[in-house]
């Protein structure tokens, strides 16, 4: 019979969810063993084009569902890699949503002034930046300038990227060949290595049983390199604590494949599903109109025609983030810029004839590509996406070599959701329309329904056993030793980019996570500094006396 490997942790997956804790605990003294199913790649590996191949595909994750598809990391680092790094801190209003099931969604325990020395500590480690109007992106400074224009805000966002290194060549979504975007391989996971934390990259979990000592096997396949769909071998690790933290789309798929042998999987485990009320819209903007209408120009005489100059996020409209609007009524506008492939064909054509995704219209649209402003709106939903039967293995159907699969999970959005998008819509149609500046419409969800880059909340936590899956401190309920700190732990839709949120409440779960390992035999402390050293946010959250040995 072959040994299995055993270690004192098994993280699963390697973005913020996973990387944070893995550092922690193996700066605390426990062993760690981090297993990525995407490629390690470093940044003179990231490729400045999105041809078959490139790391554009592999390190994506692009998985169609009923109703709602989802776009995910998959490489080490995860989400960290291919994110546009803005780090806004969630309104104080999302804490008290009361979503679809008429109570607060959020445990009782987390407000956010009791998150605030979490996101200090994030905003710390990696660090996060302040921009000022110099630091902003064309398409930035154009959303600024309409918002104003209409009467309304702007403000620069807060990101996760060194301003002195970004080139501003907006390849950032395909991984930072330059490391100005912060991403986890420049700050947490280097430190987790340093002590002594291994990373198995292709390493793709499928399934977990327990241990005759109360710890777990997690059960893996190995990825071929070049091909996904292809396994090249398989394995087991013993360990006395999981974490998953495969991502909001394949972490609720793992415990549900487990169920079989692990038992009855708490009710919120695949349910619960929130896409983060997203919404694209494409705005064709003409150059004449923002040049009369808003005195803007350049010195080689174009206003505009800058759609891919500069990087992601960089400016958002935070008008209707106000707690005292009613719930779903309550959104963020905010300037993006999304890369050829699926922002070319579902950007539909303003005012054309249906299909406006397809068509003459939408070719003469095409044309126009660089005077193109996407705005992306991040709204209240209802948690309405559920998971089906989990596929035989990974966390859908891989249709091809890499990057798209075909997945398991269904989203009816509701009255409520679609109310939120409407408004949104409306919004942004008035501010981006106002005096003639451009033409915008919406992504069609006809293809693949709605669509989502930020998954949340099938695996959430929680007060009550009915509606979460996680007790507040990330464990699973009813299976002690498996902790969930990824964004599929989040209660629901943020109205902001929520990277930030995750990694704070990944970073709060820690302490619960040391104790739980102590009280295995592991001899672990928690207390270590930010990545880099720094021990100022240290200081406003890790009391030791919180986890003293016993």
């Known amino acids: 019979m072959t040994a299995v490997d055993k270690t004192d942790v098994v993280v ?40 078959l191949g490139s790391s ?36 104080k209003f999302v804490f ?45 400074g154009l959303w600024a300038a309409a918002c104003a224009h209409s009467g309304r805000t702007a403000n620069p966002a807060p990101v996760a990227v060194d301003n002195e290194h970004c080139v501003n060549c907006n390849f950032m979504m395909a991984g930072c ?99 983060n009320g997203e919404r694209l819209n494409t705005a064709v903007v003409d150059e004449d109109r923002v040049r009369e209408v808003l005195g803007l120009s350049r010195e080689d005489g174009s206003v505009y025609s800058a759609n891919h100059i500069g990087k992601g996020p960089t400016v958002a409209n935070w008008d209707k983030l106000d707690g005292s609007l009613p719930e779903y009524e309550r959104y963020s506008l905010e300037q993006l810029y999304f890369p050829p492939g699926l922002g070319t064909i579902l950007a539909q054509a303003p005012g054309g004839a249906e299909p406006r995704w397809f068509g003459a219209e939408k070719k003469e649209m095409l044309k126009q590509w ?15 996406g559920v998971f089906g039967p989990p596929p035989p293995t990974g966390n859908a159907y891989r249709i091809s070599q890499q990057m798209l699969g075909r997945g398991p999970l ?14 949104a819509d409306a919004d942004c149609r008035a501010i981006i329309e106002k005096d003639g500046l451009a033409k915008v419409a919406p992504w069609t969800n006809d293809l693949v329904g ?24 990330h464990e699973l309920r009813d299976h002690p030793g498996i902790f969930v700190t990824d964004s599929a732990s989040v209660p629901g839709a943020l109205t902001v980019n929520p990277a930030m949120t995750i990694a704070a409440l990944a970073e709060r779960s820690v302490p619960g996570i040391v104790r739980a390992l102590q009280a295995r035999g592991v001899d672990v402390s928690y207390g270590a500094p930010a990545p880099d050293g720094s021990i100022t946010g240290r200081r406003a959250v890790s009391r030791l006396d919180l986890v003293a040995r016993a």
Not at 410 to 423: A, I, Q, V
């Open 12 to 51: 699963v997956g390697s973005g913020f969810g996973g990387s944070i804790p893995a550092y922690h605990l193996a700066a605390g003294g426990a062993k760690v063993t981090v297993l990525e199913r995407g490629p390690w790649l470093a940044a003179n590996d990231f490729e400045h084009d999105y041809l």
């Open 56 to 91: 554009y595909t592999r390190v994506f994750d692009f998985v169609v569902g009923d109703g709602m598809s989802v776009l995910g990391g998959n490489c080490v680092g995860g989400g960290s890699v291919v994110y546009f790094a803005a780090m806004p801190r969630a309104p």
């Open 96 to 140: 008290e949503r009361r979503g679809g099931i008429g109570r607060r969604m959020w445990p009782s325990a987390i407000t956010r002034d009791s998150l605030e020395p979490w996101y200090d500590r994030v905003d710390e480690a990696l660090p996060v930046s302040t921009q000022d109007w110099n630091d902003v992106s064309y398409a930035g």
């Open 177 to 275: 060949k330059f490391d100005a975007k912060r991403s986890m391989l420049t700050n947490y996971l280097p430190a987790a290595l340093a002590h002594g934390a291994e990373i198995r990259p292709l390493h793709e979990v499928q399934r977990l049983e327990r241990t005759g000592d109360g710890g777990y096997r997690v059960h893996f396949a190995v990825v071929d390199d070049e091909d996904y769909r292809i396994h090249t071998g398989t394995g087991a690790i013993e360990a006395k604590i999981v974490i998953i933290a495969a991502g909001a789309g394949a972490t609720p798929v793992i415990l549900q494949r487990s169920e079989e042998a692990l038992g009855r999987m708490p009710h919120g485990v695949g349910r619960y599903f929130s896409g």
């Open 370 to 384: 660089a005077n193109w402003l996407t705005i992306f709106l991040m709204t209240e939903d209802d948690n309405e």
């Open 410 to 423: 269904k989203y009816e959005p509701t009255e409520n959701t679609r109310r939120g998008w409407d408004l």
């Open 450 to 473: 709605a669509y989502t880059v930020h998954p949340l909340a099938s695996c959430r936590i929680g007060d009550d056993a009915a509606t979460s899956a996680l007790h507040p401190d």
